[in-house]
Structure formats: structure tokens, C-alpha cells
């Protein structure tokens, strides 16, 4: 029995709580949805780093273990024209780190695909049959976007820009996430690519909120009850939250990643690009220190994380958090460390608790 | 008859409700204060630009128009020491826009003085008495504190990080300013120069909230009802609002300044050094996008301002706001045009509202 004050996300979903986990791709797979689901929010399967064998399998395990509605969530960048030059640029400035790891200058490791959305997808969402799909980076081209809609898919996605937010809606989304610069992991930024002038929730979210009439959903630096009740208070229908389920156990991190989310360096966190190409917010380290945090020479996404994956697979090796992304959003030090289906219920309770207080 | 959920600020200092007006140096006199004052919030006099005598006579005309408190807010910055070399490398890096306005190399301007907090400001505040002394940058030099609060005023300082706010409170301060990224003008930050960490205020608020026991004041978006209901769900037990109260007539800034803060490119607006050496939010204009809005070449707070003296000046003659601080924080576009008594009084009554409904 629910008694939150916005109820068109629940009724038209088909969730108890108007709490959405955050798709966060290579953190996490169907057993945080899962746990999520259970407790009566928004399960969400990363799909962008998978293929579509795998995405069917997450799915079918979904759906497997809940009766409940399910976010796939997919990637809108264009993919970029190969660049030998900056590639070769971007090693070079690499260099020295791969002499210290002893690895030759050549190396390479694989690295995980980070696909757009295209027409193969699409049939997948078509065959699946996700109740919602989001999209980051924008939008997929209009037959695309069509055809998922077509599917009886609600389509939310990412906006960090009152003008990307205008964007979306007029395109069709039916709810609209408020990306605020708290956020952990990529900006979903697509009508600018200056991260400098990216917008607090505090500001974002009730201008979000008056420029559209689709539900809004508040994401960034929500981590525990008073932000949720906050984020209601600002206008959203919903809360989309990440980090504080990255420390669940059912999160897919290293223990690097891990313990950096609660060291007190977890407090200081900054966008960088040097990880992918793309602004995105990581706990500061090595790295993002010495070459970052925003690096003109990092080449477009996602291609910045090609010559960092041999770096990346020899430190890690050595126990080293030096060259791994540590995605996190502001507020990990306020997050606590629970079962991501506890997590949740804890969650709604204590701020149904506030908003009836 | 207030219904604010904490009194604790406003049983103490004598306010009706628990607004600040943020002391906004060079941009605000007596009629802004007095304004807020006669609404029940709690009127600021910015001190860090005006010479002792000013201070007297704008104490007086406050006096002499409401009985009310009144903040009186200081700088506490270190002044650098001289650094002629840094000096003309930036005026070298300004020489193509000397050129282009037609001004001589060595042109100088008259540059306002931005004094720290010493013992002769000291003995102002004891003459003065205000009910509450802020300070900004960090705290004075323990024995110039001391006198401070012994001459029984309530004492304020900003934070705008957990460590910092933690330090405040550890040397006596009374309540703290959770000043988030969003806040327009001066970063307070004293222990970090490190502006890419800075925190939204969805996140820095409710963790310091939990590390200090003495009441927190949000600060940093807040321009609206939501806003101030949601500092409150964020664990705030007052706002301090700034960018609101610069669209009030009582506020004294220039044409230009007004022009942005209701444009479009209000927007925009970035943490920027090139106007003064220190990280400041401003409106995105042509010296930012150019130079900045970090710079490397910017001399030490507050010295860069005095290359850019003669710019400003025979750019704003002309009309054009390409070289003046247009200091804004990210919710300038949700803010109403009012006179300050009616928006504080607005303000109070919906916030009052929503909290009851």
C-alpha cells in the first residue's frame, strides 16, 4: 500500500516504489534487477557492453525470477570515425605508464564493446519486449525510436540540460531523467560537451520539472531517504539511484572499485573523460590526477579506453586502483552498504515515513 | 507565527523565518538588507569591499530603518604576496584585448579592495555589534575569532566540503553554510583549491548535516518554495539565498549583469578564476570562453581583477559585458523579478505552505 504523492509512474509501470536502479553498464547484471524488483522498484539491465545472447539470457533470468516490469537500457552515441593520429597521440601520452607496468608499447587487451543502440537491438527490444526502455546520449534516430515505442516500450531518457530535456520530450519520451552533476558514471550530455557548465540537481530539477509535463525522474546524489523526499519536494515523480547499489553485494565491481567507494577518497570525486572519452564522474585517482581530469588529448568515445585496457588489466592484476575508472556518484560516503533488495525496501519505508511525518 | 520545522536559528537571532540573504560583495548595499530585514529574514551588509567608514554609515542606515539583526560578512583569504612576474604574464595574456579596446599597455583602472578580516575590522564588529558575523574563504586568525565571538555575535562561516564544515565547527563556529556547487559568485573553499570536486548541493548537504551538530544552513540553487522545502528534507535548518535576490531592484549591479541574469545565457554559467584568481560561478561570457573558464595564468586571488580593471571598464562604457563578473548561480533562470520584501515574504509563505500541505 503506497502513499507517495505521485503515483503516474507506479499505476502506468506496474512498481510499487517510484525508485528505478540505475542501469550501470559493467557494474552490474539480473541480480541486482532482480533484488530491486523484489522490493518493489524499477529493475534495469545495463544493455550497452553486452551482446544480444547475453541480453536475452539476463533477460529471461529477470524474468525468471520476478513478475515485474523491466528497464533495458541502451547507449545513443554515434560511433566515432577512426582516428589513427589521436590514437596514436593518446598512447603516446600512455607511454610512460606502460614502461612502469612493464608492458610493451604495442600491447593491446580486450576491450568491452560499448554499442549504440542500431536496428539489430531494436529487433532484440521488439522480441523481448522490455516494459520500459531508457535511453543515454540522447536518442536513436526517429524509424528507431518509432519502432521501440511501437513495441508498447516506455521510453524514458537522460537529460543534464533543461534544453536536453525540452529535447527529449518533444521526441517522444514519456518521462524524462533529471541527470544531475552529482550523478556517478557518464553524463548523459548530448546537446553540449561542456562539462564545466553541467547543472547541480538542486537547480536542474525543478527547471527540468516546469519545462516538461512528463513525469520527471530526479538522478544524482540520491542516496538515502532525505533525497528522496528532497527530490520529491523539487518536483520529480521518481528517483533513478546508482551508487548507493554499487556497494551491494549483488554489484558487479572489483574490490578495488570497492574499497575506493568507501575509502574517504570517495569524497573527492570529478567528471573526467580520460577513462572513455566522455565526461563522466569517477573518485579521483592516479590517473584522473596526472593526465585529467578532462583531457583535450583523450580520444573520442569510447575509444579513450582502448590503449587503457592493457594498463588497466596489469594494475588491476597488482591490486592497484591507478588506471580503473571508479565510477561514483557525490553522495557514495552517504550510502550504505545493505542488500540491494533491503536497500530498497529501507529506502521507500523511511521516506514514505518523512513524506507522512 | 512560524511553522518552520527548526527554530533553532530563528530563536536565536531574533528572525521571523529562517532565510539569509547572501552577502553578495560589490553587488549589494543597506536597501537589500533592509528589504529581507522587513520581511522577517535576516539582512547581510558584505563588508569585504567597502572601507571602515562605509560599513559605519550602512550599519547606521540599517539600524536606522528596522530593528532586526544583521549579518555583517568578511573575507578571510590570505593576500598573496606581490608576484610581478605572474602580474604580466597575465597582463601579456590580456594585451590582445587592451589592443582591441584601444587602451594602452599599461592603462590602469581603479580596482575595489577586497580586505581580509584583521584586528582593525575587528574592532569595527566590536563598535558595531552585529548580531551575526560571517566569514568567507575560512575563519580569521584564533585570537581575532575570539574577540569576534566574544563581542556576542553568532558566528557563520561556509563550507563546501564535509572536511571543511567539519573544521568550522571544530573552532567554535555556530552554524554552517553547506555552500553547494550551484551557488553563484566565490567558492568558499579554504582547504581544497581543487575546484573540479566541488559538490552539488544534494550531496554536501545532507553529509554535513550529519558531521556537524550545529545547525546547517543550504546555500547554492535555492530560488524558489521547492528549494528551500527540499534543504529542509536535505537536513537544512535555513537557506541563504543570493542570485534570487540580484533580479530585486535593491540589488546594485549593472545594466549587463541584469541583461544576462534574464537571458537565455544565464543557462551557462561555470566555475571560473579569470576574474579575480579565485573559482567563482559566473554566466559563460567572452573573457570565460576564451581564457578560462580555468586558467593556469590567473594571478592569485584577488589580484587578477587589477589587468582586467581598465577592460572592464571601457567595455562596460560600451555596452558589452564580455569582461565583467556576471556572477550567477545555476537556478538564475527560476527566479522571480520582485522587490527583495515581497519575494522573502513569497518565498516564506510557500515554503510554509508546501511544508504543512
Known amino acids: 500500500m503506497s502513499h507517495w504523492p505521485d503515483t503516474r509512474l507506479a499505476d502506468r509501470l506496474g512498481i510499487v516504489h517510484p525508485i528505478l536502479l540505475a542501469p550501470m553498464a559493467g557494474a552490474a547484471g539480473p541480480e541486482l534487477a532482480i533484488a530491486v524488483a523484489r522490493a518493489g522498484g524499477l529493475g534495469a539491465l545495463p544493455c550497452a557492453m553486452l551482446d544480444a545472447d547475453t541480453i536475452r539470457r539476463q533477460v529471461a533470468a529477470y524474468r525468471a525470477a520476478v513478475n515485474a516490469p523491466l528497464n ?18 593518446w598512447r603516446e601520452r600512455l607511454a610512460p605508464y606502460y614502461a612502469e607496468l612493464a608492458l610493451e608499447p604495442d600491447a593491446t587487451s580486450p576491450v568491452p564493446q560499448r554499442t549504440p543502440f542500431d536496428a539489430a537491438l531494436c529487433a532484440l527490444v521488439e522480441s523481448l519486449r522490455p516494459e520500459v526502455v531508457s535511453f543515454h546520449f540522447g536518442l536513436p534516430a526517429a ?7 511501437a513495441s508498447g516500450a516506455f521510453v524514458i531518457a537522460s537529460a543534464t540540460t533543461v534544453a536536453e530535456a525540452v529535447w527529449l ?23 553540449t560537451d561542456e562539462a564545466g557548465t553541467q547543472v547541480g540537481l538542486f537547480s536542474l530539477l525543478p527547471q527540468v520539472a516546469d ?5 520527471v525522474i530526479a538522478a544524482g546524489g540520491i542516496a538515502d531517504a532525505r533525497g528522496i523526499v528532497a527530490s520529491i519536494a523539487l518536483g520529480a515523480a521518481a528517483v533513478q539511484i546508482g551508487t548507493a547499489y554499487l556497494l551491494s553485494d549483488e554489484a558487479r565491481i572489483s574490490p578495488a572499485h570497492r574499497a575506493a567507494l568507501h575509502s574517504p577518497h570517495a569524497a573527492e570525486t570529478a ?3 580520460v577513462f572513455t572519452g566522455r565526461p563522466a564522474r569517477s573518485i579521483v585517482n592516479r590517473l584522473m590526477r596526472e593526465l585529467g581530469p578532462l583531457s583535450d588529448a583523450a580520444p573520442a568515445f569510447p575509444t579513450a579506453s582502448n590503449a587503457l585496457a592493457p594498463l588497466r588489466a596489469r594494475a588491476s592484476a597488482l591490486g592497484s586502483d591507478d588506471f580503473i575508472a571508479l565510477w561514483a556518484g557525490q553522495s557514495a560516503l552517504l550510502a550504505r552498504a545493505l542488500p540491494a533488495e533491503a536497500l530498497t525496501r529501507q529506502l521507500a ?7 507522512q511525518a
Not at 524509424?143 to 515505442?149: H, I, Q, T
Not at 520530450?169 to 546537446?191: K, P, T, V, Y
Not at 519505508?349 to 513524506?355: F, H
Open 72 to 89: 533495458l537500457n541502451f547507449f545513443c552515441h554515434a560511433p566515432p570515425l577512426p582516428d589513427a593520429v589521436r590514437e596514436a597521440q
Open 143 to 149: 524509424d528507431l525510436l518509432n519502432r521501440v515505442k
Open 169 to 191: 520530450a518533444a521526441r517522444g519520451c514519456d518521462a524524462i531523467i533529471a541527470q544531475g552533476a552529482e550523478a556517478g558514471g557518464h553524463r548523459g550530455m548530448f546537446l
Open 211 to 215: 519545462a516538461v509535463s512528463v513525469p
Open 271 to 273: 567528471l573526467t573523460n
Open 349 to 355: 519505508a523511511q521516506a514514505l515515513g518523512r513524506l
